[in-house]
Each structure stands twice: as C-alpha cells, then as structure tokens.
C-alpha cells in the first residue's frame, strides 16, 4: 500500500492518524542505514510547496514555531547558509502560519534557520501561508525536520517528550506521525528523555551519539549511587571543557568504568578562516582524527592529509629521533 503524504493535509489534503510512518530512528552510532522514504518526503515537500502561493514577509512580524527541536545550533552552518541566500537567494520557501494567539503576525512552521537568516540580512522571506491547527503544525515541522534537519536523537527524543506532553491525543498518534517512528521506538526515546535535565542541559545535542548508547546512559543514571556520581563528574573542569559528543563519551566512560579508558580531553584545531575544525582524541594505545566542516572541506582537507601521512610520519621520525 502507498504511504500517505505527510504535508497532505497541511497542504491541502486529508492527513489521517492510520498512515503512521513506521520508520526506526537511525543515527551514527545506531542500527541499519535510514530510508530512502525521508529523501522523498523532503522532494515532496518542495514539490507541495512550489505549487503554492509565495509570498515576501518581513520576517520581524513572524514568531519562532512553539515546538522547540533542536538544542544548539551551528553557527558555521547558519553562515553558510546566510552567506548563499545573500548571494544566490533564498531559492526554497519556509512554510508558516497566522499565529495562533496574536492578529496580524505569523509563526514559522518550518524554515526557522532561513527566516532567521533574513531577518539578520534585513531582507524579506519567502513563504507559503497556511492556516493550520496545533497538531497539524506538529507533523509537518516533526516530518519536515525528519526529512532534512539532521536532527540528533537526544533531539528528537525531547521533541517526542514535548509532543507527548501536549497531549493531542491519548495513543501518542501524534508523535509518530511527527517524528515517523513506531511504538517501540516512542517507549525508547521518551525513557531516554527522562535523563535528569541537569545532566541533558550540560550534553547538549550529542550529534553523533545514537540510541543504544544514549539508552545504555540512561540505564546506568537509573541508579542512585551512579546519578549522584553523574552529578559530581559534570561539574569537574575536564569535563567542562569539552564538546558535546566528547562530554558524552567522558560521562558515559566515566561511569561504565570509573575514569579508565575515558577518552582525554580532545585537542580542537581551528584555521583563521574557520573552514575546518579537527579535534584530536587518544584513549589507551589509540589516536582518533576528526576533521569537521559544513561543507565538503572538510573532506577534502582530511583526503589532502591522508595522501601526505607518509611524509608527515618522516618528519615525526626526524624530530623525536633529535
């Protein structure tokens, strides 16, 4: 049988509770490769979207969407994002619609990095206008971040968690649907969100972290004795000085085996014109290389280096044999 369309009722069609998008979250650290149903969904969105009225708003009259989904953002990626409508335009619209509360302003349903990027550039947004209800501005901003936001897990499972708390409906349809998963994994991610928000504050969105690692965090915090330690261990400085997915990889190896084989405090490398960033990591006899960007320099730069590890090892011969 076809999946339904998830926008179909957001955008003009009936959205019905029994076409559930069944798909298991997936992220770097968990299970089987994602879907190919997400890269259609986000075609069909832009497909949905461009046969819809556009409009140009000033983007000071609209409001952020009240379903918060992401705990930090980037902001190489914001300026890239910036730097291309500046100098191409904003070619895809955002979708928002009247606010729900106060006359003559609006609210992003999805589209909140380029409306933001407008408002900084002091430009007008595109957008499409839609009048829709609470929930159904739920799944489209749930299934529109599914499709192209990269959202980490410990991210989608707090958007599931507000979800649920807004109780739209008593089987948790809602949520699913928002975040295209199914029952067993709706249990996961709300168990994973009931960490202790003191603990998830200072973790931050974890990118890389999936759900069996965060499930097996959580099962270690369910103890008293290991909270209490959880607790000490975020408020030591090594700790403090990392990024996110190394906080997590400090705390969780902290925990499973009390400071041994805890990863040391990573060494982040930047360049002036912030094109990369590589972070260093040694645990035990082992040395990890990270090279990151929001393009595909970073790729290119780790490439660059790999063709030149032979001449980089001679040179570290040469200088530790001085």
């Given at each position: 049988?076809?999946?339904?369309?998830?926008?179909?009722?957001?955008?003009?069609?009936?959205?019905?509770?029994d076409?559930?998008?069944?798909?298991?979250?997936?992220?770097?650290?968990?299970?089987?490769?994602?879907?190919?149903?997400?890269?259609?969904?986000?075609?069909?969105?832009?497909?949905?979207l461009?046969?819809?009225?556009?409009?140009?708003?000033?983007?000071?009259?609209?409001?952020?969407?009240?379903?918060?989904?992401?705990?930090?953002?980037?902001?190489a990626?914001?300026?890239?994002?910036?730097?291309?409508?500046?100098?191409?335009?904003?070619?895809?619209?955002i979708?928002?619609r009247?606010?729900?509360?106060?006359?003559?302003?609006?609210?992003?349903?999805?589209?909140?990095?380029?409306?933001?990027?407008?408002?900084?550039?002091?430009?007008?947004?595109?957008?499409?206008?839609?009048?829709m209800?609470?929930r159904?501005?739920?799944?489209?901003?749930?299934?529109?971040n599914?499709?192209?936001?990269?959202?980490?897990?410990?991210?989608?499972?707090?958007m599931?968690?507000?979800?649920?708390?807004?109780g739209?409906?008593?089987?948790?349809?809602?949520?699913?649907?928002?975040?295209?998963?199914?029952?067993?994994?709706?249990?996961?991610?709300?168990?994973?969100?009931?960490?202790?928000?003191?603990?998830?504050?200072?973790?931050?969105?974890?990118?890389?972290?999936?759900?069996?690692?965060?499930?097996?965090?959580?099962?270690?915090?369910?103890?008293?004795?290991?909270?209490?330690?959880?607790?000490?261990?975020?408020?030591?400085d090594?700790?403090q000085?990392?990024?996110?997915?190394?906080r997590?990889?400090?705390?969780?190896?902290?925990l499973?085996?009390?400071?041994?084989?805890?990863?040391?405090?990573?060494?982040?490398?930047?360049?002036k014109?912030?094109g990369?960033e590589?972070s260093?990591?040694?645990?035990?006899?082992?040395?990890?290389?990270?090279v990151?960007?929001?393009d595909?320099?970073?790729?290119?730069?780790?490439?660059?280096?790999?063709?030149r590890?032979?001449?980089?090892?001679?040179q570290?011969?040469?200088?530790?044999?001085?």
């Amino acid at each position: 049988m076809a999946r339904k369309n998830p926008f179909e009722k957001v955008l003009g069609g009936d959205l019905e509770t029994d076409a559930l998008v069944q798909t298991e979250f997936v992220s770097r650290g968990a299970s089987k490769s994602i879907s190919s149903t997400l890269d259609d969904l986000a075609e069909k969105a832009d497909q949905l979207l461009e046969g819809e009225t556009i409009v140009e708003i000033d983007p000071s009259i609209i409001d952020p969407s009240f379903l918060r989904d992401r705990i930090e953002h980037s902001e190489a990626e914001f300026e890239t994002l910036k730097k291309a409508i500046q100098e191409e335009g904003q070619n895809s619209p955002i979708l928002i619609r009247p606010h729900p509360e106060i006359d003559g302003r609006y609210m992003v349903v999805f589209g909140a990095r380029r409306w933001r990027a407008a408002e900084e550039l002091g430009i007008k947004v595109r957008s499409v206008i839609k009048q829709m209800s609470d929930r159904e501005h739920v799944v489209a901003q749930g299934q529109e971040n599914a499709a192209r936001a990269n959202l980490s897990f410990i991210e989608r499972a707090l958007m599931a968690a507000d979800v649920i708390e807004r109780g739209f409906d008593k089987d948790n349809a809602t949520a699913m649907s928002a975040l295209s998963i199914d029952k067993a994994t709706l249990s996961k991610m709300l168990s994973v969100a009931s960490i202790p928000e003191e603990i998830l504050d200072v973790l931050g969105s974890a990118k890389s972290i999936g759900r069996d690692r965060w499930y097996e965090l959580k099962t270690l915090i369910d103890r008293p004795a290991t909270k209490t330690k959880a607790l000490q261990l975020i408020e030591e400085d090594s700790f403090q000085s990392l990024g996110s997915d190394d906080r997590f990889n400090f705390l969780l190896g902290r925990l499973k085996k009390g400071g041994k084989g805890a990863a040391t405090r990573p060494k982040p490398w930047i360049p002036k014109d912030k094109g990369v960033e590589v972070s260093t990591t040694a645990r035990g006899k082992s040395f990890t290389l990270a090279v990151k960007s929001s393009d595909q320099k970073g790729i290119e730069f780790g490439e660059f280096v790999s063709k030149r590890l032979e001449t980089l090892y001679e040179q570290f011969k040469a200088e530790t044999q001085k």
